[in-house]
């Protein structure tokens, strides 16, 4: 696999879990876990959306590398699955209160 493809993963993979930082303790605690571990994630929280915007870029320039090199239909598929990833990562950023509002309901 290519370098810009891995680093097209690492940077989504990361952007889905800044971006289920609000969500995930909701989660949790709804599994019984406690909630006195919490404070941290308002750390995580305040770099969002640039983490956000950088695997945006990642995904975007991994796109254009495999254009160029004429790669682009052996990865396409790894491609769009960087792509979904990223965009599950905004998603969940801009309905993280509804999220968590549905999440309060069930407790």
């Given at each position: 696999?290519?370098?810009?493809?891995?680093?097209s993963y690492l940077g989504s993979l990361s952007a889905l879990g800044v971006a289920t930082c609000?969500?995930?303790p909701m989660t949790m605690?709804?599994?019984g876990l406690g909630g006195s571990w919490l404070a941290i994630f308002g750390k995580i929280a305040a770099v969002s959306?640039?983490?956000l915007a950088i695997s945006t870029t990642l995904v975007a320039v991994s796109w254009l590398l495999s254009h160029q090199r004429?790669?682009?239909p052996k990865l396409k598929w790894w491609?769009?699955?960087?792509t979904?990833?990223?965009?599950?990562?905004w998603v969940v950023v801009f309905y993280?209160?509804?999220?968590?509002?549905?999440?309060?309901m069930q407790m």
């Open positions: 696999m290519q370098k810009h493809l891995s680093l609000c969500v995930l605690m709804l599994l959306y640039y983490v004429g790669s682009l491609l769009w699955g960087t979904a990833m990223t965009g599950l990562a993280e209160a509804r999220i968590n509002d549905f999440l309060i």
